[in-house]
């Protein structure tokens, strides 16, 4: 497939805003690999020396459109700058609401973050969603024209994985374990790093044969194994970081999975990249009650109270349920997980209405 009208090629600009090594940025070499663009080495690390950078080279190639993936300041004010100064149209890739998660510092960053997403929506070409509700709240502020690409399973389990990293972490083969995985960053504005309900819950329980594994890592690393005391490679396991390729054989360890997510403007309108890799790991998931707990359970979620997964609320509700879940309730969760509809996931559909999205876009702007 190739971008073309009767003018000839269409040359696509992208990068990814957190780096060429980052997860995002293989999302979106793959999402528009058909298309064969040119991919902008942008540095996460050197974010300002990367937009002046960005913006000299967009200016001598004139490229027909840009793709940005995430909503960095320093690559949104570039394409701002673009499209204003040079007419070049740019279509965003983000699976976060800004301004939400901006007013976790303070009121007047999330204020000037809110107004600084709406711009970029305002005046892109197009808007690529994690979610449908952040292709909802794209239109909302303006974006022409949106689409929905959630993400996909990065690699599956290899045979026998769930046992052999069992037995690697000398985890019992009969223990429930619940896991997570993630990168451990420690949040000063809540107190929290994913894997942080896990721990403070599994210390409540009574029952022993319950393991919290933890896997990634982090800022907040230190903290979760300080907090989680003497059950720390007992109870609670914290791996540190493992290679992508070796994650799923982590998942296959799993018996259910943790999902936690604030119900706000922030959790909210997120999947989370570990979403579908649960899901293609057949695990049935713990998570808050937002909006994809409800949408996308086929019985295989249990959603708990409380406005964010740091909430005692939240967390009380957690330690009740593996106090309590039985052999017959994780058998039927395993069973409702073991088949769950995968169609929004699949990564060839996503990479067809990608490519088909920003062809769409191309042609309408040659013929307007």
């Excluded at 060429?20 to 996460?44: C, K, M, W």
């Excluded at 005046?123 to 690409?149: D, H, S």
């Excluded at 894997?195 to 409540?204: D, I, Q, S």
């Excluded at 360890?253 to 959790?267: H, K, N, R, T, W």
Aim: aromatic share 8%; net charge neutral.
């Amino acid at each position: 497939m190739n971008a073309r009208d009767p003018g000839g090629e269409k040359r696509i600009l992208c990068f990814a805003t957190h780096g060429v090594e980052h997860l995002d940025a293989q999302r979106l070499r793959y999402l528009l690999e058909p298309l064969s663009p040119e991919f902008f080495p942008f540095s996460y690390t050197r974010k300002r020396a990367s937009a002046l950078g960005l913006l000299r080279s967009a200016r001598a190639r004139r490229p027909s459109l840009i793709v940005m993936e995430g909503t960095g300041l320093a690559g949104g004010t570039a394409l701002l700058l673009l499209r204003g100064l040079l007419g070049i149209p740019y279509v965003v890739s983000s699976g976060d609401a800004v301004g939400p998660y901006l007013s976790r510092r303070s009121r007047l960053t999330g204020l000037l973050g809110g107004l600084y997403e709406r711009l970029l929506c305002r005046y892109c070409a197009g808007f690529i969603g994690w979610t449908p509700y952040l292709v909802g709240r794209a239109l909302t502020f303006g974006a022409p024209r949106a689409m929905t690409a959630p993400g996909w399973p990065r690699e599956l389990a290899a045979d026998n994985a769930g046992e052999r990293t069992r037995a690697e972490l000398a985890i019992a083969a009969d223990a429930i374990v619940v896991g997570i995985v993630g990168s451990l960053d420690w949040s000063d504005s809540v107190g929290y790093a994913y894997g942080l309900e896990l721990v403070k819950a599994v210390r409540r329980l009574q029952r022993q044969d319950v393991v919290v594994c933890i896997v990634g890592d982090g800022s907040g690393k230190a903290r979760l194994e300080e907090l989680a005391g003497s059950d720390l490679g007992g109870r609670i396991r914290l791996t540190g970081r493992v290679e992508p390729d070796a994650v799923a054989d982590y998942l296959a360890a799993f018996d259910i999975a943790s999902l936690p997510q604030s119900v706000d403007g922030v959790g909210s309108f997120r999947y989370s990249t570990k979403l579908s890799e649960y899901l293609a790991a057949g695990l049935p998931i713990l998570t808050g009650q937002i909006p994809a707990a409800y949408d996308l359970d086929a019985g295989y979620i249990r959603r708990l109270p409380g406005p964010a997964p740091w909430a005692s609320s939240y967390i009380d509700a957690l330690t009740e349920f593996l106090e309590a879940v039985s052999e017959g309730e994780l058998a039927q969760l395993k069973r409702a997980a073991s088949t769950p509809n995968l169609d929004a996931f699949d990564k060839q559909a996503q990479q067809a209405r990608v490519c088909a999205f920003i062809t769409d876009i191309l042609s309408a702007r040659a013929s307007s």
